[in-house]
């Protein structure tokens, strides 16, 4: 264990360089076991896999690991052609090419290099996992193939060394074929198996090739220079040209357009940009320029964050995975148990071909017995899961809440922008007959538009879009919990609750009842009253997102409890809650009392999904089964949540939640693939069928065999990308 301490720590205190071009630079780790960290590519001493860079690069071709053993694929094959053809041709059609003796000579000159050259990295993998006391794929294929080799070798050279009745026809048997073909199948499994893996981190080389390269940085003296963009520093300004892809995360100075953040967020609408707005980088640009002023710059952005993110879940093992770990741990020792039973059963009960049957049954054995496929069956289908994840705007902070997210019976969210926009909006003005809309909203504007609140926020916008003129108020006043009052060019003017008018002696009878619909439809409604006499009712309101309807819908469709917070009154989240056709409210909630209410849904042995966006949020969505944390809200947020929403939009979560169960079907499809495969294929490979057919199956059937299973294995996880979510 203190090695893999080590290497977190590690990684944790050398900021990860995104480089490109391959090599020593990159940090590369094992599907299979994380903890397994290295400089550079090279294999991993427990599973005998190929590593793969802890961050993928953009250019796909520099996979070192591929090139390598294609190339020992192309020799052992040109190689093995002809064994193969002398072989075949003397068993099935008895022609001899050259006399047995010749052919055993030619076979031991063309198989040697084939073993020793392309199945070197076999040898030295297998050779790594006995050491490491950790016995995998390799060790069986390694022995199998040497064993093979190896006998054949000493009954060339000494053939004396056998009895008489162990020979086959006169001739000592030999099974260089078998060796070599064996070597060139497993090494096509190989290069298959690494080319589909290549595929699993194709969503993070998508990621990768939307960051920009380059930014346009407008310097002091209003230049413009185009650089690359780590020589962007922090409060830089950038500009962005219309259809170019906006480089920095950053707050637009000035300019208008319209941005597709679909790349980063999975929302297909672009989003309005004015000044004050935040940008990110990745995102393509409509018909406006936009200046911005950089605020995150190389790993710190959202892009970075995101392929930082999905590659650490990627490689995150999920429970479901123990499993097929304690059957590797045991498994190979019991097949090395039971190619060796197969040899002496053969050599006791069929004395004249016994031998030799016996070594080709143990050699079958060992290699149809590769518990590969069992190790790839998880790691693939997460990794390609994770990846898909990603492109919906779905980020999953590893494999443990994708598993547990199928799980799931109730879903607790929080009103405020996770339901609702979380910025009020002005949606109703009702106005006394003796005055004038325009000029009413003018003075409810310029008496707010000093004041923090969120209310007033949402009235002076509403007033700036209808282009009035705002002016300043004197002799301003806020009353904690009533309203504010203020004199706007010598009108006094009072705008606030029943108490504030109460106060003033202003009665409010003839607008009650509009007041009294604007809290049932969830707003908060506020009476204006200019020199003391009642003028108009102000209605604002946190719109609810148009996602969150059909959201919610599909999810009671699921099955799934919805309990909502609010740290509202009770009246405005019950509205919305009707409106919404939600089960449960806890209304007036205190932000420290989110993480009690879970607890307490927990404790009644609910599975509990938490949904927020605020710093406010953490605790409860770290105290969930499973945190979701709204993309559009904070990092901390993103921090404590297993799975992050891109665009904050509830109907992602449907997604992620269709993701989990399509994931987690996934991996038991794999898993009992392999598992069948392995228990049809052993006692197969021993000899099983040979007294019903009189056949035994060929170690070379075995090695595409077993070759084939990681193939479809991962072939399953890879379905995964096209799989229809939403």
Not at 22 to 46: D, F, I, L, N
Not at 614 to 620: F, K, L, M, T
């Amino acid at each position: 264990m203190s090695q893999c301490h080590a290497h977190h720590h590690h990684h944790d205190s050398h900021p990860q360089q995104v480089v490109s071009g391959v090599g020593a630079t990159t940090e590369y780790t094992c599907p299979m076991h994380p903890e397994v960290r290295q400089m550079g590519p090279g294999s991993c001493p427990k599973c005998g896999m190929a590593l793969e860079p802890v961050i993928p690069t953009e250019e796909t071709h520099g996979d070192p690991e591929l090139i390598d053993f294609t190339r020992r694929f192309w020799i052992g094959l040109l190689l093995t052609v002809p064994i193969f053809v002398t072989e075949m041709s003397a068993h099935l059609f008895h022609i001899h090419l050259v006399t047995p003796q010749q052919s055993q000579w030619l076979q031991l000159i063309l198989a040697t290099p084939v073993v020793l050259y392309s199945g070197w990295p076999f040898f030295e993998r297998g050779w790594k996992s006995i050491k490491a006391r950790s016995l995998n794929m390799f060790t069986l294929i390694a022995m199998g193939t040497g064993v093979a080799y190896l006998t054949s070798l000493a009954f060339v050279i000494w053939p004396q060394i056998l009895p008489e009745s162990f020979l086959v026809n006169g001739m000592v048997p030999i099974y260089f074929e078998a060796a070599s073909v064996i070597i060139v199948l497993v090494l096509v499994g190989q290069i298959m198996e690494l080319k589909a893996r290549q595929k699993t981190s194709g969503a993070i080389r998508e990621l990768l090739a939307l960051s920009p390269k380059t930014a346009r940085r407008v310097t002091a003296h209003g230049h413009e220079e185009e650089i690359s963009i780590d020589a962007i520093l922090v409060n830089d300004l950038v500009r962005v040209l219309p259809g170019e892809k906006v480089s920095v995360d950053g707050t637009v100075v000035e300019g208008h357009s319209f941005v597709n953040e679909a790349l980063v967020t999975g929302e297909s609408m672009p989003v309005e940009k004015s000044p004050g707005d935040h940008t990110v980088s990745g995102s393509m640009n409509g018909k406006g320029t936009l200046m911005v002023r950089a605020k995150k710059v190389g790993r710190d952005t959202l892009l970075a964050q995101i392929v930082e993110m999905v590659s650490q879940a990627q490689r995150s093992q999920a429970p479901i995975q123990r499993l097929a770990d304690r059957v590797s741990a045991w498994f190979v020792p019991t097949v090395m148990l039971t190619a060796m039973l197969a040899f002496l059963g053969w050599w006791f009960f069929a004395p004249t071909e016994g031998f030799s049957h016996g070594i080709l049954s143990a050699i079958s054995v060992l290699i149809i017995a590769c518990p590969c496929a069992l190790g790839l069956a998880t790691p693939m289908s997460i990794m390609v899961a994770v990846g898909r994840g990603a492109q919906l705007g779905v980020l999953i902070k590893n494999a443990t809440a994708l598993e547990r997210l199928e799980k799931i019976d109730t879903l607790v969210v929080d009103k405020t922008g996770t339901i609702t926009e979380g910025k009020p909006k002005l949606t109703d003005l009702v106005v006394l007959p003796h005055r004038q809309q325009p000029d009413m909203l003018r003075l409810a504007a310029s008496l707010e538009l000093g004041s923090e609140h969120p209310l007033g926020q949402a009235i002076v916008q509403a007033a700036r879009e209808a282009q009035l003129e705002i002016s300043n108020a004197t002799d301003f006043q806020a009353e904690t919990g009533m309203g504010v009052s203020g004199h706007i060019n010598h009108q006094h003017v009072l705008l606030g609750n029943e108490r504030l008018m109460a106060q003033n002696g202003i009665d409010t009878s003839p607008l009650a009842k509009e007041a009294e619909q604007s809290r049932l439809s969830g707003g908060t409604a506020m009476f204006l009253a200019v020199d003391g006499d009642l003028s108009a009712l102000v209605s604002v309101k946190d719109p609810i997102k148009n996602s969150s309807q059909s959201a919610i819908q599909a999810l009671r469709q699921a099955n799934i409890r919805i309990v909502m917070l609010s740290g509202d009154n009770q009246t405005t989240a019950q509205a919305v809650a009707r409106q919404l056709g939600i089960d449960e409210v806890h209304a007036d909630v205190l932000p420290r009392d989110k993480k009690h209410i879970i607890e307490t849904i927990k404790a009644k042995g609910a599975v509990v999904a938490m949904a927020g966006d605020g710093v406010n949020d953490a605790p409860a969505l770290a105290t969930a089964d499973v945190g979701v944390a709204m993309g559009t809200g904070t990092d901390v947020a993103m921090e404590s949540a297993g799975i992050t929403l891109l665009n904050g939009d509830l109907q992602h979560l449907v997604t992620a939640l269709n993701l989990s169960k399509e994931t987690m079907k996934n991996i038991r499809q794999n898993l009992v693939l392999a598992f069948l495969y392995n228990a049809a294929g052993v006692p197969i490979a021993a000899g099983a069928l040979f007294a019903f057919t009189g056949m035994l199956l060929s170690p070379m059937i075995a090695a595409l065999a077993m070759s084939l299973s990681s193939v479809s294995v991962v072939g399953n996880a890879l379905r995964l990308r096209m799989q229809k979510l939403t």
